[in-house]
């Protein structure tokens, strides 16, 4: 079976305004050739005009989050076909900054993830262990827990994908080892084959965090991983592009 095709997507949280649609475009200007596929996940606010603004581009836009229901009584909520009418093509969930900081369960992640499917979202699926796991010993046990919780059986035949993201290495410097790396996509992959069967072999397995453009060509290269999710250096297109161009 082929590997999946590579995607490498930046994760700009809660930072952009309409300037930054010029950084969007400028990752479009500057891509050439790359195998990878490429989208920007700006706040949501700026969905509709990065998605006009990148018309005609590989450059793929995505949302961040979204409600699990589809429409309703939900203040300050935003559904995943809000996400859809605006122009997104995919939507990260269960991002460690959404499981830490509003409790999402693997349960409203594998409801999200459903919503999604039902607006036509390639969800990103983020799993990861934060350090005191880690120490514990428990990655694996954390992170193939989260991923065989999050995944819904509505997911197959669906296109998707699943980001390793070691909370700990969110926004901090810091990064696994290589081997550590391998040893989690290994354990991530081994976890999708028991749920998709051989479709789980298409699936790529990103990593996030801290991916910068100097450590990314021995990062994208590492066994089973197909791809990245990058925060903090997806803001820059300069910097984007630097890990992009790294593959
Ligand atoms: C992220 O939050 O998805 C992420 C990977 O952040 P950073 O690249 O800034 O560590």
Redesign the pocket.
């Known amino acids: 079976m082929t590997a999946p095709q590579p995607l490498i997507a930046g994760?700009w949280?809660m930072n952009g305004l309409s300037a930054s649609v010029a950084e969007a475009k400028a990752v479009a200007a500057g891509l050439g050739q790359t195998p990878a596929r490429v989208a920007i996940c700006p706040p949501s606010i700026l969905i509709h005009r990065l998605a006009d603004a990148l018309k005609g581009t590989p450059v793929l836009v995505g949302g961040q989050d979204h409600h699990w229901d589809d429409a309703g009584a939900f203040t300050g909520d935003i559904s995943a076909e809000m996400l859809a009418d605006a122009g997104a093509k995919l939507a990260i969930l269960g991002?460690s900054?959404r499981r830490a900081g509003y409790r999402e369960t693997d349960e409203v992640v594998a409801q999200k993830v459903s919503a999604a499917l039902r607006a036509g979202l390639e969800p990103i699926v983020c799993v990861g262990e934060t350090l005191e796991q880690r120490q514990a010993g428990d990655t694996l046990a954390v992170v193939t827990g989260q991923t065989r919780g999050s995944l819904p059986a509505d997911l197959r035949g669906k296109a998707f994908a699943v980001a390793y993201?070691p909370v700990w290495?969110?926004?901090t410097g810091l990064t696994p080892t290589l081997e550590q790396i391998e040893e989690v996509h290994k354990a991530i992959r081994a976890t999708l084959v028991e749920q998709f069967a051989e479709e789980g072999r298409k699936v790529p397995i990103l990593y996030?965090?801290?991916?910068k453009p100097g450590n990314a060509a021995e990062i994208l290269h590492a066994a089973e991983v197909g791809g990245a999710?990058?925060?903090?250096?997806s803001l820059k297109a300069e910097d984007f592009l630097g890990i992009i161009r790294a593959l």
């Open positions: 994760n949280k991002h900054e993201e290495a969110i926004g996030g965090g801290s991916v999710l990058v925060g903090g250096a």
